[in-house]
């Protein structure tokens, strides 16, 4: 029940990409994506509604296949302040159920 | 500030004791989620409730830990009888509504240490 979140560990320079993946075996409501600093509570970054649906602020957009139960975390240009763990939250029913979570480290 | 409060930050048992988290919601919601977090772990859903109800409660265990959000007051999770492997970061959540598809906006959390 608990998606699969990939990579589970990344490492970048301050600019380059990173794309994080979650997918789910059951079929999803919505997925939702938040970020989590070291020793800090989880923050809210967006939630997808629909198969297909694109949303994104600043440098930072995900995506959502209904039909694959798949969804993507694009990070563009990332910046030292991206750094942390990032979780994705599949909604089932009343509730979401979190990935392990992908740690993000961004090196100056 | 209107975010979500849990107290206390730090909250440090011996084994046999009892221990009780609070969580106040943001102004405005009355949906409350409860969440377990281990070192290097993603966030355990353990149970979900509105005021004076418990709506799904399929992550606690079954033996003593219990949740309740009362009509006046913060939601309290408590687990009785602490074991070290209690030992963990708690997390609340609220939302404005209920369903999966409305972001949950989360406290602090609570750090469990059971000596």
């Known amino acids: 029940q608990q998606p699969v979140q990939s990579p589970q560990a990344v490492i970048l320079r301050e600019g380059e990409d990173a794309v994080i993946n979650c997918s789910s075996s059951?079929?999803?409501?919505?997925v939702h994506w938040y970020r989590q600093k070291h020793g800090e509570a989880p923050v809210f970054l967006m939630i997808?509604?629909?198969?297909?649906e694109q949303k994104g602020h600043e440098k930072i957009s995900a995506s959502f296949n209904e039909k694959k139960q798949q969804s993507s975390l694009y990070l563009t240009a990332s910046q030292l302040s991206y750094s942390g763990t990032y979780f994705c939250?599949?909604?089932?029913?009343?509730?979401?159920?979190f990935g392990k979570g992908t740690r993000l480290h961004i090196l100056p | 500030n209107a975010g979500v409060m849990q107290n206390p930050r730090h909250l440090v048992r011996r084994r046999g004791q009892e221990a009780r988290l609070r969580c106040s919601p943001m102004?405005?919601?009355?949906?409350v989620y409860w969440y377990r977090q281990l070192p290097e772990e993603g966030l355990k859903f353990m149970v979900y409730?509105?005021?004076?109800?418990?709506?799904?409660e399929s992550g606690m265990p079954k033996e003593r830990f219990s949740a309740e959000f009362p009509k006046e007051g913060p939601s309290i999770l408590r687990i009785q009888q602490v074991v070290r492997g209690d030992s963990a970061a708690y997390f609340c959540?609220?939302?404005?509504?209920?369903?999966?598809?409305?972001?949950?906006?989360f406290g602090d959390g609570t750090r469990l240490s059971i000596l």
């Open positions: 959540a609220s939302s404005i509504q209920g369903a999966s598809n409305q972001p949950q906006h």
């Open positions: 059951k079929a999803l409501y919505s």
């Open positions: 997808l509604l629909k198969g297909g």
């Open positions: 939250g599949a909604g089932l029913g009343d509730k979401i159920i």
């Open positions: 102004k405005g919601h009355s949906h």
């Open positions: 409730l509105q005021k004076e109800n418990i709506i799904d």
